[in-house]
């Protein structure tokens, strides 16, 4: 079912908004952002998208891709056309059970994010921000507490509804409460479990990403 293996730069666009859907994408290496653009021309972030991960299912229902999908640093990613999907996965059982797993899993990541942008604070959105990517990472057999942030601030506050003098700030009282060290992009989570007191709960709202 993969047709092709692609690569694309810093910045490049896998498909824009408005474009024939026919694919979904597995991220190979590398990170994603998907993102729409407002009315008054600013950018929304809806998701960022790692190794793993798949891109594109929130075009199933109406063949348009609603958002754009940029690569955030040098990626490759693996071409699945949808409707070879769909075929073998009636002939294949537990390749549609799968498959209804993802979407449902999306389903769930959806909800978290409404969460966060209508009950939770600045500090409590950015802590659950980063355990998620920590959950993530750790997932794919990286370092649950240290890790490179490939998105910028900006792109962190528009994902979670924050401005970005907000996230600068709430990310220096984390650093100066020693929840977190950061230098540059590069952060190390130094007391998760102060996250996660932050954040209120055991565990992150936001949801998890599937994995191919």
Same mark, same amino acid.
């Given at each position: 079912?993969?047709?092709?293996?692609?690569?694309?730069?810093?910045?490049?666009?896998?498909?824009?908004?408005?474009?024939?859907?026919?694919?979904?994408?597995?991220?190979?290496?590398?990170?994603?952002?998907?993102?729409?653009?407002?009315?008054?021309?600013?950018?929304?972030?809806?998701?960022?998208?790692?190794?793993?991960?798949?891109?594109?299912?929130?075009?199933?229902?109406?063949?348009?891709?609603?958002?754009?999908?940029?690569?955030?640093?040098?990626?490759?990613?693996?071409?699945?056309?949808?409707?070879?999907?769909?075929?073998?996965?009636?002939?294949?059982?537990?390749?549609?059970?799968?498959?209804?797993?993802?979407?449902?899993?999306?389903?769930?990541?959806?909800?978290?994010?409404?969460?966060?942008?209508?009950?939770?604070?600045?500090?409590? &959105?950015?802590?659950?921000?980063?355990?998620?990517?920590?959950?993530?990472?750790?997932? &794919?057999?990286?370092? @649950?507490?240290?890790?490179?942030?490939?998105?910028?601030?900006?792109?962190?506050?528009?994902?979670?509804?924050?401005?970005?003098?907000?996230?600068?700030?709430?990310? @220096?009282?984390?650093?100066?409460?020693?929840?977190?060290?950061?230098?540059? &992009?590069?952060?190390?989570?130094?007391?998760?479990?102060?996250?996660?007191?932050?954040?209120?709960?055991?565990?992150?709202?936001?949801?998890?990403?599937?994995?191919?």
């Amino acid at each position: 079912m993969v047709s092709a293996k692609q690569t694309f730069k810093r910045g490049a666009y896998l498909y824009r908004a408005g474009e024939h859907f026919q694919s979904i994408y597995a991220v190979r290496t590398g990170f994603f952002k998907t993102a729409t653009l407002l009315d008054d021309g600013r950018e929304q972030v809806t998701g960022f998208h790692m190794m793993g991960e798949i891109i594109g299912m929130d075009a199933i229902s109406t063949d348009i891709h609603p958002c754009d999908a940029i690569a955030l640093e040098d990626s490759e990613i693996c071409e699945i056309h949808f409707s070879q999907l769909e075929q073998l996965s009636r002939d294949i059982p537990t390749l549609q059970r799968h498959l209804h797993r993802i979407l449902s899993r999306e389903i769930v990541r959806d909800h978290g994010i409404m969460l966060l942008l209508g009950s939770m604070k600045a500090e409590e &959105r950015l802590a659950a921000f980063l355990l998620n990517l920590s959950q993530r990472f750790a997932a &794919r057999g990286y370092s @649950s507490s240290s890790f490179n942030l490939r998105m910028t601030r900006e792109e962190i506050g528009s994902y979670l509804g924050l401005k970005l003098e907000t996230v600068s700030r709430t990310f @220096s009282k984390f650093q100066k409460d020693g929840l977190i060290s950061v230098q540059n &992009r590069s952060i190390e989570l130094q007391d998760m479990v102060a996250l996660k007191r932050v954040l209120g709960q055991q565990g992150c709202a936001t949801g998890k990403n599937d994995r191919i």
